[in-house]
């Protein structure tokens, strides 16, 4: 009974903790992907605290796998997205996850559209996000040739 109360009083405790809420998601929205296609995350992390830091992973239990993607420009003038280690953080920063840019893919997801998801971002300092986000159905794209004008809490 004491270990009971003890771990209770702990998790109060550290859960008072104001470096535990330094690192927020802003405007987070889950995009779907089109038939078998991944989802996006996208929104703005942003670090309240002194300490730069790395984002370094996702996951949730409504998605297989998440990964870290960005896009950057090929020698031939082309925008490629490929998978990244992590995304920078600086201290009292932001990293921006938007289309053609820095952005996660969610693969596999077993929800439906409308559903609202937990997520948790991990970070190289060993801090965590953990949020929620709504998820949208992607509206599919006109043909090109058609169309030429085209919140979280903290924890270890």
């Known amino acids: 009974m004491m270990r009971i ?32 296609r ?19 992973g996702a996951n949730s239990a409504a998605f297989e796998r998440i990964e870290l993607h960005t896009h950057t420009k090929s020698s031939d003038g082309t925008m490629r997205m490929h998978p990244v280690e992590g ?10 996850l938007q289309p053609a840019g820095d952005h996660l893919m969610l693969f596999g997801f077993t929800g439906r559209a409308g559903d609202t998801v937990s997520l ?5 300092d060993g801090r965590s996000l953990e949020f929620t986000a709504p998820t ?6 006109k043909s090109r040739a058609k169309h030429k004008s085209m919140q ?3 924890g270890h």
């Open 152 to 154: 979280g809490h903290m």
């Open 120 to 124: 948790r971002l991990s970070f190289a």
């Open 5 to 36: 109360l003890l771990a209770g009083v702990c998790a109060a405790v550290f859960s008072l903790n104001p470096a535990m809420a330094q690192i927020m998601l802003h405007d987070g929205e889950i995009k779907l992907g089109i038939g078998q």
């Open 136 to 141: 949208t159905a992607r509206a599919k794209h």
């Open 38 to 56: 991944p989802a996006v995350l996208h929104g703005v992390v942003r670090n309240h605290s002194n300490a730069a830091t790395r984002l370094v």
């Open 87 to 96: 995304y920078d953080l600086p201290a009292m920063g932001k990293v921006s």
